[in-house]
Protein backbone atom coordinates (compact mmCIF):
# COMPACT_ATOMS: atom_id res chain seq x y z
CA UNK A 1 0.00 0.00 0.00
CA UNK A 2 1.32 3.49 -0.60
CA UNK A 3 2.37 5.65 2.34
CA UNK A 4 4.00 8.89 2.54
CA UNK A 5 5.54 9.91 5.73
CA UNK A 6 6.68 13.07 7.28
CA UNK A 7 7.89 12.74 10.67
CA UNK A 8 8.24 15.99 11.63
CA UNK A 9 4.85 17.94 12.60
CA UNK A 10 6.61 20.81 13.54
CA UNK A 11 9.94 22.78 12.07
CA UNK A 12 11.23 25.93 13.44
CA UNK A 13 13.97 27.47 12.26
CA UNK A 14 15.97 30.90 11.81
CA UNK A 15 15.92 33.35 8.87
CA UNK A 16 18.97 33.11 7.09
CA UNK A 17 19.21 29.57 7.62
CA UNK A 18 19.02 26.11 5.75
CA UNK A 19 15.89 24.62 5.58
CA UNK A 20 14.76 20.98 4.89
CA UNK A 21 11.28 19.23 5.69
CA UNK A 22 11.60 15.12 5.48
CA UNK A 23 9.25 12.75 3.41
CA UNK A 24 9.75 9.75 3.14
CA UNK A 25 7.71 7.48 0.47
CA UNK A 26 5.84 3.95 0.09
CA UNK A 27 4.86 2.45 -2.81
CA UNK A 28 5.28 -0.32 -5.06
CA UNK A 29 5.12 1.15 -8.09
CA UNK A 30 7.49 4.37 -9.49
CA UNK A 31 6.70 7.25 -7.88
CA UNK A 32 5.90 11.07 -8.70
CA UNK A 33 6.12 13.05 -5.66
CA UNK A 34 4.73 16.37 -5.21
CA UNK A 35 5.15 19.06 -2.68
CA UNK A 36 2.16 20.86 -1.70
CA UNK A 37 2.13 24.17 0.31
CA UNK A 38 -0.77 26.19 2.68
CA UNK A 39 -0.08 29.59 3.74
CA UNK A 40 -1.98 31.34 6.36
CA UNK A 41 -5.35 32.13 5.51
CA UNK A 42 -4.50 30.70 1.68
CA UNK A 43 -5.61 27.03 -0.22
CA UNK A 44 -3.62 24.53 -0.37
CA UNK A 45 -1.72 24.86 -3.38
CA UNK A 46 1.20 23.15 -5.66
CA UNK A 47 4.71 24.32 -4.81
CA UNK A 48 6.53 21.36 -7.00
CA UNK A 49 6.73 18.27 -8.42
CA UNK A 50 9.23 15.42 -8.67
CA UNK A 51 8.67 15.21 -12.40
CA UNK A 52 9.30 18.69 -13.63
CA UNK A 53 12.82 19.39 -11.63
CA UNK A 54 12.16 22.65 -11.19
CA UNK A 55 12.88 25.21 -8.43
CA UNK A 56 10.25 27.20 -7.13
CA UNK A 57 11.01 30.11 -4.57
CA UNK A 58 14.46 28.36 -3.73
CA UNK A 59 13.04 25.21 -2.86
CA UNK A 60 14.40 22.07 -4.39
CA UNK A 61 13.43 18.35 -4.00
CA UNK A 62 15.58 15.41 -4.78
CA UNK A 63 13.51 11.81 -5.33
CA UNK A 64 16.15 9.40 -3.43
CA UNK A 65 14.83 6.39 -4.96
CA UNK A 66 17.17 4.20 -3.07
CA UNK A 67 16.19 5.67 0.24
CA UNK A 68 12.32 6.82 -0.86
CA UNK A 69 12.98 9.89 0.06
CA UNK A 70 11.76 12.76 -1.14
CA UNK A 71 12.96 15.99 0.93
CA UNK A 72 12.12 19.44 -0.03
CA UNK A 73 15.01 21.86 0.72
CA UNK A 74 16.00 25.73 0.83
CA UNK A 75 19.11 27.14 1.06
CA UNK A 76 18.22 29.93 3.15
CA UNK A 77 14.98 30.21 4.49
CA UNK A 78 12.59 33.52 4.78
CA UNK A 79 10.01 34.87 6.78
CA UNK A 80 7.55 34.27 4.13
CA UNK A 81 8.32 30.43 3.68
CA UNK A 82 6.10 30.16 7.07
CA UNK A 83 3.65 27.86 6.11
CA UNK A 84 2.25 24.25 6.65
CA UNK A 85 4.17 21.81 4.12
CA UNK A 86 2.33 18.72 2.90
CA UNK A 87 4.39 16.15 0.95
CA UNK A 88 2.40 13.25 -1.61
CA UNK A 89 2.84 11.03 -3.98
CA UNK A 90 0.06 10.18 -7.17
CA UNK A 91 -0.83 6.67 -7.65
CA UNK A 92 0.32 6.05 -11.66
CA UNK A 93 -1.69 2.90 -11.69
CA UNK A 94 -5.47 2.48 -11.87
CA UNK A 95 -7.41 5.87 -10.95
CA UNK A 96 -4.69 8.49 -10.00
CA UNK A 97 -4.69 9.87 -7.03
CA UNK A 98 -3.18 11.78 -4.35
CA UNK A 99 -1.83 10.51 -1.03
CA UNK A 100 -0.69 12.82 1.39
CA UNK A 101 1.58 13.02 4.34
CA UNK A 102 0.60 14.63 7.77
CA UNK A 103 2.16 17.77 7.02
CA UNK A 104 4.68 19.73 8.25
CA UNK A 105 3.86 22.98 9.90
CA UNK A 106 7.37 25.39 9.00
CA UNK A 107 8.11 28.37 11.35
CA UNK A 108 10.84 30.63 10.49
CA UNK A 109 11.97 32.71 13.47
CA UNK A 110 12.99 36.23 12.76
CA UNK B 1 -12.11 34.32 -13.43
CA UNK B 2 -11.43 30.22 -13.16
CA UNK B 3 -11.91 29.29 -9.31
CA UNK B 4 -13.18 26.36 -7.62
CA UNK B 5 -15.86 27.35 -4.45
CA UNK B 6 -16.41 25.88 -1.83
CA UNK B 7 -20.11 26.62 0.17
CA UNK B 8 -20.63 26.95 3.16
CA UNK B 9 -17.08 27.43 4.58
CA UNK B 10 -18.20 26.94 8.01
CA UNK B 11 -21.18 25.09 9.04
CA UNK B 12 -22.57 23.92 12.53
CA UNK B 13 -25.30 22.04 12.55
CA UNK B 14 -27.05 19.08 14.99
CA UNK B 15 -27.05 15.57 14.57
CA UNK B 16 -29.39 13.92 12.85
CA UNK B 17 -29.60 16.75 10.61
CA UNK B 18 -29.03 16.38 6.45
CA UNK B 19 -26.32 18.52 4.92
CA UNK B 20 -24.55 19.43 1.71
CA UNK B 21 -21.41 21.12 0.91
CA UNK B 22 -21.27 22.33 -2.40
CA UNK B 23 -18.38 22.51 -4.99
CA UNK B 24 -17.90 24.29 -8.24
CA UNK B 25 -15.75 25.04 -10.41
CA UNK B 26 -14.95 26.92 -13.33
CA UNK B 27 -11.56 25.61 -14.42
CA UNK B 28 -12.66 23.60 -17.23
CA UNK B 29 -11.49 20.62 -15.01
CA UNK B 30 -13.01 17.09 -16.06
CA UNK B 31 -11.76 15.22 -12.74
CA UNK B 32 -13.05 16.60 -9.31
CA UNK B 33 -11.52 15.37 -5.69
CA UNK B 34 -13.24 15.80 -2.16
CA UNK B 35 -10.72 15.41 0.79
CA UNK B 36 -10.84 14.97 4.62
CA UNK B 37 -8.91 16.30 7.07
CA UNK B 38 -8.85 16.24 10.30
CA UNK B 39 -6.65 18.95 12.45
CA UNK B 40 -3.30 18.06 12.18
CA UNK B 41 -3.64 15.12 10.23
CA UNK B 42 -3.52 14.39 6.83
CA UNK B 43 -5.80 14.86 3.89
CA UNK B 44 -7.87 11.59 2.63
CA UNK B 45 -9.43 11.49 -0.61
CA UNK B 46 -13.22 10.11 0.26
CA UNK B 47 -14.93 10.41 -3.18
CA UNK B 48 -13.80 11.53 -6.86
CA UNK B 49 -15.00 11.87 -10.68
CA UNK B 50 -13.65 11.74 -13.85
CA UNK B 51 -16.64 13.57 -15.07
CA UNK B 52 -20.17 13.51 -15.58
CA UNK B 53 -22.06 10.70 -14.42
CA UNK B 54 -18.49 9.21 -13.19
CA UNK B 55 -17.79 8.71 -8.82
CA UNK B 56 -16.07 6.76 -7.36
CA UNK B 57 -15.29 5.89 -3.16
CA UNK B 58 -11.78 6.51 -2.33
CA UNK B 59 -9.23 5.02 -0.15
CA UNK B 60 -10.94 6.67 3.21
CA UNK B 61 -14.19 5.43 4.00
CA UNK B 62 -17.15 7.95 4.04
CA UNK B 63 -20.76 7.73 5.08
CA UNK B 64 -21.40 10.41 2.37
CA UNK B 65 -22.39 10.57 -1.01
CA UNK B 66 -21.68 12.46 -4.09
CA UNK B 67 -22.98 13.18 -7.45
CA UNK B 68 -21.86 14.57 -10.73
CA UNK B 69 -24.98 15.96 -12.75
CA UNK B 70 -22.70 18.31 -14.16
CA UNK B 71 -18.82 18.96 -15.05
CA UNK B 72 -18.54 21.92 -13.04
CA UNK B 73 -20.63 21.03 -9.91
CA UNK B 74 -19.78 18.08 -7.48
CA UNK B 75 -21.78 17.64 -4.14
CA UNK B 76 -21.64 16.17 -1.14
CA UNK B 77 -23.79 15.21 1.20
CA UNK B 78 -24.72 13.37 4.46
CA UNK B 79 -27.65 12.24 5.23
CA UNK B 80 -27.59 12.19 9.01
CA UNK B 81 -25.07 14.05 10.09
CA UNK B 82 -22.99 12.89 13.49
CA UNK B 83 -20.31 14.15 15.64
CA UNK B 84 -17.93 12.10 14.46
CA UNK B 85 -18.86 13.67 10.97
CA UNK B 86 -16.99 17.02 12.18
CA UNK B 87 -13.98 17.54 9.91
CA UNK B 88 -12.96 19.78 7.28
CA UNK B 89 -13.86 18.96 3.86
CA UNK B 90 -11.83 19.93 0.52
CA UNK B 91 -13.04 20.01 -2.98
CA UNK B 92 -9.95 19.41 -5.82
CA UNK B 93 -10.26 19.44 -9.46
CA UNK B 94 -7.51 18.90 -12.02
CA UNK B 95 -7.59 18.29 -16.17
CA UNK B 96 -8.36 14.92 -17.43
CA UNK B 97 -5.62 14.76 -19.51
CA UNK B 98 -2.24 13.75 -18.32
CA UNK B 99 -1.14 11.71 -14.96
CA UNK B 100 0.85 14.15 -13.05
CA UNK B 101 -1.47 17.46 -13.48
CA UNK B 102 -1.50 19.47 -10.03
CA UNK B 103 -4.87 19.41 -8.19
CA UNK B 104 -6.20 22.85 -7.55
CA UNK B 105 -7.84 23.14 -4.06
CA UNK B 106 -11.06 25.22 -3.05
CA UNK B 107 -11.14 26.96 0.12
CA UNK B 108 -12.85 24.39 2.05
CA UNK B 109 -15.71 23.90 4.19
CA UNK B 110 -15.24 23.63 8.29
CA UNK B 111 -18.02 21.48 9.41
CA UNK B 112 -18.89 21.11 13.05
CA UNK B 113 -21.79 18.63 14.23
CA UNK B 114 -22.94 18.91 17.62
Known amino acids: AQRVTQPEKLLSVFKGAPVELKCNYS??????LFWYVQYSRQRLQLLLRHISRESIKGFTADLNKGETSFHLKKPFAQEEDSAMYYCALITVQGAQKLVFGQGTRLTINP | EADIYQTPRYLVIGTGKKITLECSQT?????MYWYQQDPGMELHLIHY???????EKGDLSSESTVSRIRTEHFPLTLESARPSHTSQYLCASSPLAGVYNEQFFGPGTRLTVL
Open chain 2, 49 to 55: SYGVNST
Open chain 2, 27 to 31: MGHDK
Open chain 1, 27 to 32: YSGSPE
